[in-house]
């Protein structure tokens, strides 16, 4: 049997319960068992169980990530993954996500995004787009760093 391994406030949430599941355990209390309380099915008990340890603080952990998702300098892929990931765990799309995405990324990526004309109105392909334009921008940005550097070892060996 599981129930004796519980402890902590997995223990004390059993037994907060135990009357309501067990007649041993409603006779102490002076209540009246009832045998088709829902507590007393799997899906009752996994119900209850679930709401009390998993979704509020859960939900809670992905939604101040959400907050605090902001795309840092050249990491657009790890920013649109993470954006996907906690807006299928929040349940959210549309709107949410597209406004989300634009408000979380660099001023350099926005100020493309806004040359991007039309955008997608799916979520999904407004975000592969986003990607890509990210990916784009990275690319620039590598071929530029080359270029400034040929360009100060030209003058260097030019000047010899």
Known sequence: MVIPLL???AKKWYQSIHPYVSEEGA???GMSFDPKNLLRTWEGF???LLSSFSGHSDRDRALREWNDLTMKSGKIDHFCDELMRLAIELGYSGNWV????RVGITTDLRNAWALKIPLPNEYVQYINLLRQTGHQLQDIASFNRM???EKASFQTGKER
């Not at 597209?98 to 995405?101: H, I, N, R, S």
């Open 147 to 149: 270029v400034t550097k």
């Open 27 to 29: 006779r102490p209390e």
């Open 46 to 48: 996994r119900q209850r």
């Open 98 to 101: 597209q406004d989300k995405a």
């Open 7 to 9: 402890q902590g406030p």
